[in-house]
């Protein structure tokens, strides 16, 4: 007997290509051509008159972005450090929040809406006016939200006056305070963090907790012993959210830099060559981080 | 004994009154953080000139006024691009969303040759930065020739696809908007909660494969896709990359906002918006800061007009799914 058609197997095969058709012809065209062609802008000079031609150079491109460009290498350094820093003060920040806000009590749908706020107040105009409040007047209402910080609005500075009296080294000092300095910073990046970590902390089983209750275990145990290994794959979520959110913001300096190199400067090789060493080292970075925390974390299943 | 569970029960309470007090300490503390930007925009907006160099003025305007409002709305042609704004990212969330669901579904239910790269992409896309294929994708099309045929058909000169919609509409119809990654990755999340027995039985009816995605698949998920609706928008109205690449003749509120601010701090040339400003101390960065606080107040009013209307899905999907769970 002769089959007719095509087997199930290949007819949901065709049927999924289906459904993807648009947004392969995107990757063919939109992501893959692209990247192709920044993959060779990165080897070439670049130079651009009524249509842009190559001229191969090898490595030059990257040897300029790592030993001859100033601002690459520094931007990069900021922008990792401050990443470095500020991951895990965002996780441990949003998983307070989130503790704090998992009961139900009066009022916790308005500081809900409140924590929720810097996500939408996420615009570079808004974040361009804090940075106003302080760059262009010294007076002392307009320099409180000074830099992106608010090193004004909690005077951390008084505080470090006082530390480095007691004896500390500066360095110390300001490893101490600097949290204090960035704490807008942290708050405005952790929105969405907060309720990951609060639908984590909101899908543990009553029935772990009342088992507990039942042998005897107080609410610091529970909360070690349940909450913190139950919300771990949370933890992973949350710091590669965060990691890829600021790496990819367009206003961290590498960005706001390659932008100004390729539209300004209209220096597409390097710009390319840029991209490419960035994006190496934040799928290095992802990828050590993802096997570190993966390792680690508990899987209720 | 009695006396025993009474003592229990008095340290109960003053351990739950502790952990109140301290809860809302910790919340307001860090709400008052959020919120102080915010306070002191809405109070700068609408003090007059004099209330600034006043020096017993902090927070709460003494000359109430709308001048501010009044110059930057007029500045920017509030109106006009407010418009030009919200309609760029209405209909770029609109065009992204039915790509992204259908790869979303395609990934989530069916199990075809080569899924597990294609996924690989997926969160390739998530991880590139978007000026690395932006750029090169720009260039490419502002000088558009296929094997130089196009350059042959038009007397040697290539088409510049930039100063149109092409590449708009090409990136938003193909699911490659800003973070449109993210949104395929949550839509293949949701579609996989749904349970499969419901398609099955549509299935055995003799549904086709689009039928099921279009009459079962969407219905149950309009959360989702309101959520993620909500995202895209409040992502693109905020952005200034994508909309200054791909739209380069609409002004959106953040380049009349730029033109605002080229206008208070030089004066460009528009008599009519010098008439209006000239009531104000332009060399003072105090003023100049009032009228920017007003101005950005315009372009972020209907940004938390929508939030205040729709919170409920921004947190609540979240706080369900995990977003990604």
């Known amino acids: 007997m002769k089959r007719k058609g095509l087997s199930l197997q290949k007819k949901r095969s065709a049927w999924a290509y289906m459904f993807l058709s648009p947004w392969l012809f995107g990757v063919l065209f939109v992501f893959a051509f692209p990247m192709f062609l920044s993959l060779s802008f990165a080897f070439s000079n670049v130079t651009v008159d009524n249509g842009y031609s190559l001229q191969f150079v090898g490595l030059q491109n990257f040897h300029e972005a790592l030993f001859v460009d100033q601002n690459f290498l520094q931007h990069f350094a900021t922008t990792i450090g401050n990443m470095l820093y500020n991951v895990p003060i965002i996780l441990v920040y949003s998983f307070l929040v989130a503790v704090l806000l998992k009961e139900n009590f009066a009022g916790v749908t308005v500081f809900k809406f409140i924590f929720f706020l810097p996500v939408i107040l996420s615009s570079d105009l808004f974040f361009s006016l804090l940075n106003n409040f302080g760059s262009t007047s010294a007076s002392s209402l307009d320099s409180v939200m000074a830099g992106a910080g608010s090193s004004g609005m909690l005077q951390s500075l008084n505080l470090s006056e006082y530390l480095v009296e007691l004896g500390l080294s500066r360095e110390m000092v300001n490893i101490i305070t600097s949290p204090v300095d960035k704490v807008y910073e942290i708050v405005t990046c952790s929105g969405i963090q907060i309720f990951i970590f609060l639908a984590g902390i909101n899908s543990v089983p009553p029935t772990l907790y009342e088992a507990a209750t039942v042998e005897g275990a107080n609410g610091w145990e529970k909360f070690w012993k349940i909450t913190f290994p139950m919300v771990m794959p949370m933890i992973l979520v949350n710091v590669v959210y965060s990691i890829v959110d600021t790496f990819m913001s367009e206003s961290n300096l590498v960005m706001e830099y390659v932008y100004e190199l390729s539209f300004k400067n209209f220096n597409f090789g390097l710009s390319s060559a840029i991209c490419w060493i960035y994006f190496a080292v934040i799928s290095v970075i992802l990828a050590i981080v993802f096997a570190v925390i993966s390792k680690r974390t508990f899987y209720y299943t | ?325």
């Open chain 2, 1 to 325: 004994m009695s006396q025993l569970t009474h003592r229990k029960n008095l340290q109960d309470t003053a351990a739950h009154i502790g952990v109140v007090i301290l809860r809302t300490v910790l919340l307001v503390g860090f709400s008052y953080i959020i919120l102080y930007p915010v306070i002191l925009m809405f109070s700068k907006a609408f003090m007059a000139q004099q209330d600034v160099f006043d020096n017993s003025v902090l927070w709460i305007p003494r000359h109430f006024t709308l001048d501010n409002v009044k110059v930057a709305a007029t500045t920017m042609q509030y109106g006009k691009s407010l418009l030009n704004s919200v309609l760029f990212a209405l209909l770029s969330t609109l065009l992204q969303m039915l790509p992204c669901l259908m790869a979303g579904y395609a990934f989530a239910r069916y199990d075809f040759k080569g899924s597990g790269i294609l996924f690989a992409v997926v969160v390739l896309t998530i991880l590139v930065p978007p000026q690395q294929f932006m750029t090169p994708l720009y260039l490419h099309l502002s000088q558009f020739d296929i094997f130089g045929l196009i350059k042959a058909l038009n007397n040697g000169q290539a088409l510049n696809l930039t100063a149109t919609y092409i590449p708009y509409f090409l990136m938003s119809l193909t699911g490659f908007g800003l973070r449109n990654g993210l949104f395929i990755f949550m839509f293949r999340q949701s579609f996989r909660g749904i349970p499969r027995e419901t398609e099955e039985a549509a299935m055995v009816d003799g549904a086709g494969p689009f039928r099921i995605f279009w009459q079962i698949m969407l219905p149950s998920s309009v959360t989702i896709l309101v959520t993620v609706m909500l995202f895209s928008f409040v992502w693109q109205y905020n952005d200034t990359y994508y909309s200054s690449l791909l739209l380069p003749n609409v002004r959106t509120l953040p380049q009349a906002y730029e033109l605002f601010d080229s206008a208070i701090t030089g004066w460009n040339g528009d008599l009519s918006v010098t008439n209006m400003l000239s009531q104000y101390v332009l060399d003072d960065p105090k003023v100049l800061s009032l009228l920017r606080n007003s101005a950005i107040i315009l372009i972020l009013a209907p940004l938390l007009a929508v939030y205040a209307v729709a919170q409920r899905y921004f947190i609540q999907s979240i706080e369900r799914s995990g977003l990604v769970g």
